[in-house]
């Protein structure tokens, strides 16, 4: 199983999670929103099986990121599997 992790020690915002994901996994690609985050988490670009790790990230940090945590729980409910996704 394939495995990143998101050190959100380094994260400062959630334009700049984006721009990390697209350097990991969009070749070339940026993405500029959760919209488009959804499709590339869904699509052919994400190596599955994957898990996806969150790291240092705080409670003020959780609610701040809530959007961004709520896609990846939604989209390991319905990979069904092929992507795990934890906060650590």
Same mark, same amino acid.
């Given at each position: *199983? +394939? /495995?990143?992790?998101?050190?959100? +020690?380094?994260?400062?915002?959630?334009?700049?999670? !984006?721009?990390?994901?697209?350097?990991?996994?969009?070749?070339? %690609?940026?993405?500029?929103?959760?919209?488009?985050?959804?499709?590339?988490? *869904?699509?052919?670009?994400?190596? *599955?099986? *994957?898990?996806?790790?969150?790291?240092?990230?705080?409670?003020?940090? /959780?609610?701040?990121?809530?959007?961004?945590?709520?896609?990846?729980? %939604?989209?390991?409910? %319905?990979? %069904?599997?092929? !992507?795990?996704?934890?906060?650590?």
């Amino acid at each position: *199983m +394939n /495995k990143t992790t998101f050190d959100f +020690n380094e994260i400062v915002d959630q334009s700049h999670f !984006l721009r990390q994901f697209s350097e990991r996994f969009a070749h070339g %690609e940026t993405f500029y929103d959760l919209d488009e985050l959804w499709d590339a988490v *869904m699509g052919p670009a994400m190596p *599955m099986p *994957m898990e996806v790790e969150f790291i240092h990230l705080g409670a003020g940090q /959780k609610r701040r990121y809530g959007a961004l945590i709520l896609l990846f729980e %939604e989209a390991e409910a %319905e990979l %069904e599997g092929r !992507l795990l996704f934890s906060i650590r």
